[in-house]
């Protein structure tokens, strides 16, 4: 019997190993995944009585006297020789400061979205501009060290170009949001462009040089204005451009929805564009050629 979406395991690979024997009230011994945590700190443990150089029999009493949960000795061999890990192969993510990482946490943030379904936790990416969802597939890519980019499709009934890609660390990892990963974003020069340029590939617009970012989070625009000024670019204060309770109309369908939060502005002064142009740029043409040329 497996457990809910919520006590998952990470990979479809991963959910045909790990395998649990479980002790319940009648004796019976019922096959189970355990939650991931769960299975990282069993495997840990496991590691460790294995450098004591007992036996598989011994490891599985200790665990069973400590947890009450009974390890397979399969699960308990595939562990000790590196067979397998519970995080999956989908799950290698070093947490190293990095531009593409900063660029996935700057979509999140964003246009972004991450979502669970079933085993899958997923980062995904819905956006009309193919520009757009390569970038974040490479960076995706990259922090998940995959040799090749995630497959970026064209949803017909959307309309938009979509990527996906799934990992319960990294999902985890960014869902504590952008307020706690500030020293990821921080970290350098590269790092904080990175992550302009994924809020502004996503949500900036620039028309006869005035380019502006749109958000519903007061605190991240702010945020944006100080990083920007790092940069030597001025903006001016965040202003209401939509409010909440406005009515909204999806132009694929044409029907009418209540704005649910108050949408921000925040815009570049005119001048400071072409700094923009220099430091921050779009990962989307259409976009940079919109750009004014960059001051030398």
């Known amino acids: 019997?497996?457990?809910?979406?919520?006590?998952?395991?990470?990979?479809?690979?991963?959910?045909?190993l790990d395998r649990i024997l479980l002790p319940v009230e009648n004796e019976a011994r019922i096959r189970k995944y355990l939650p991931?945590?769960?299975?990282?700190?069993?495997?840990?443990?496991?590691?460790?009585?294995?450098?004591l150089s007992i036996s598989y029999r011994q490891i599985q009493t200790d665990i069973f006297g400590s947890t009450r949960i009974r390890l397979s000795k399969g699960s308990i061999s595939e562990w000790v020789r590196g067979i397998h890990n519970p995080s999956g192969r989908t799950n290698k993510f070093p947490t190293d400061a990095s531009p593409e990482l900063a660029y996935v946490i700057g979509v999140i943030a964003g246009d972004g979205n991450l979502n669970v379904h079933g085993y899958n936790y997923e980062m995904l990416l819905s956006v009309t501009?193919?520009?757009?969802?390569?970038?974040?597939?490479?960076?995706?890519?990259?922090?998940?060290?995959?040799?090749?980019?995630?497959?970026?499709?064209?949803?017909?009934?959307?309309?938009?170009?979509?990527?996906?890609?799934?990992?319960?660390?990294?999902?985890?990892?960014?869902?504590?949001?952008?307020?706690?990963?500030?020293?990821?974003?921080?970290?350098?020069?590269?790092?904080?462009?990175?992550?302009?340029?994924?809020?502004?590939?996503?949500?900036?617009?620039?028309?006869?040089?005035?380019?502006?970012?749109?958000?519903t989070d007061m605190h991240l625009l702010l945020y944006v204005r100080d990083l920007l000024f790092k940069c030597g670019i001025m903006t001016r204060n965040p202003y209401v451009c939509k409010p909440a309770g406005s009515i909204l109309k999806d132009p694929r369908t044409g029907r009418l929805y209540e704005r649910r939060k108050t949408c921000?502005?925040?815009?570049?002064?005119?001048?400071?564009?072409?700094?923009?142009?220099?430091?921050?740029?779009?990962?989307?043409?259409?976009?940079?050629?919109?750009?004014?040329?960059p001051l030398p």
């Open 129 to 215: 501009d193919r520009d757009f969802a390569k970038e974040f597939s490479r960076c995706l890519a990259k922090i998940l060290v995959r040799p090749n980019p995630y497959q970026v499709r064209w949803s017909e009934k959307r309309k938009r170009w979509i990527v996906q890609g799934s990992s319960i660390i990294l999902h985890r990892f960014l869902s504590g949001g952008w307020q706690r990963l500030k020293t990821y974003i921080e970290h350098c020069y590269q790092c904080r462009t990175s992550f302009l340029r994924a809020l502004f590939d996503g949500e900036g617009t620039i028309s006869r040089n005035r380019l502006s970012i749109y958000n």
């Open 1 to 16: 019997m497996t457990l809910g979406a919520n006590t998952t395991s990470i990979s479809r690979r991963g959910r045909l």
């Open 36 to 51: 991931f945590e769960v299975r990282v700190g069993l495997r840990s443990r496991v590691s460790e009585l294995a450098k």
């Open 264 to 293: 921000y502005t925040l815009t570049l002064r005119a001048t400071d564009t072409s700094q923009f142009a220099k430091h921050i740029g779009f990962s989307i043409q259409r976009k940079n050629r919109l750009l004014p040329r």
